[in-house]
């Protein structure tokens, strides 16, 4: 099992010599596709900050934060999918994540997903699906994978739970797509940790973060034991990254992973 944390590059390189270590307390570090891909900058831009990223001791594996706000997956009569644009910022996200060693791409993007109010569910979760779809597809040669993260009820009116988003993402395994589950948005929505263990076969990443206030571990003490041995009885054994509001991350991050290493254990 390895342990990453949701950060910059900038925020890391700052820890790590705030820390004084030459080995961090985490595995890889999880950055952003709008942060540090760039996908809809020049590519010197992006190149510069893979040129810091140089600077710290442990990889970029993941991003998350996949799509802007008003890059719509869905159309409707009264709103329209820039295809065009869309097809370019993927494809562009896919070849600077090769180019960086990253090998998950987290599709929450809540608002570019939400389904518009009146519009049918059903035909937005049809359109949403073909778009994911399509992109696991692109994925294939540049030995990258997108996870879907289903996302609490707060952030999006589509695909919340684990077992409505793994119900999406087995009609289009074929296409490479897998899944992602968020600890905290699984507490938010009062989805049951025993729903994990039979759907860790889709599982390839997860996230992890305290439920009030989405603060890191061990601010208020959530006990995640009873997450952990759904996944460990499913045989999960991947990557896990504290995606929360850090308050101060160079005092906060020892004893976030050293609490999860332990509940991890138990």
């Not at 992109?135 to 294939?140: E, K, P, T």
């Not at 160079?250 to 332990?262: C, D, G, H, R, T």
Request: glycine share 4%; aromatic share 8%; hydrophobic share 40%.
């Amino acid at each position: 099992m390895r342990f990453g944390i949701c950060a910059s590059v900038q925020q890391a390189v700052q820890l790590c010599e705030e820390l004084k270590a030459s080995v961090p307390p985490f595995d890889y570090l999880e950055e952003g596709v709008q942060r540090f891909l760039l996908p809809e900058q020049p590519q010197q831009n992006f190149e510069d900050q893979w040129h810091a990223a140089q600077d710290l001791p442990v990889a970029i594996e993941a991003v998350n934060a996949l799509l802007p706000a008003d890059l719509v997956l869905i159309t409707t009569p009264t709103q329209q999918v820039n295809s065009s644009r869309l097809e370019r910022y993927i494809k562009t996200t896919l070849e600077r994540a090769q180019q960086a060693s990253i090998h998950i791409i987290v599709f929450g993007s809540g608002t570019a997903r939400n389904c518009p109010e009146g519009f049918d569910k059903a035909d937005a979760l049809n359109q949403v699906k073909q778009h994911f779809a399509q992109w696991c597809v692109w994925a294939r040669p540049y030995d990258v994978q997108f996870v879907l993260e289903p996302l609490r009820y707060a952030e999006t009116n589509i695909l919340n739970t684990v077992i409505e988003s793994a119900a999406l993402v087995t009609e289009i395994e074929d296409s490479g797509a897998r899944l992602l589950a968020d600890i905290y948005h699984m507490q938010a929505n009062q989805e049951q940790p025993s729903d994990l263990k039979a759907l860790v076969p889709l599982l390839s990443h997860v996230h992890i973060a305290e439920l009030e206030g989405r603060t890191a571990p061990g601010h208020h003490g959530d006990d995640f034991r009873a997450y952990f041995r759904a996944l460990r009885q499913g045989g999960y054994d991947q990557r896990l990254s504290i995606e929360c509001n850090w308050q101060n991350l160079s005092a906060e991050v020892e004893p976030a992973i050293s609490i999860l290493k332990q509940q991890w254990a138990e």
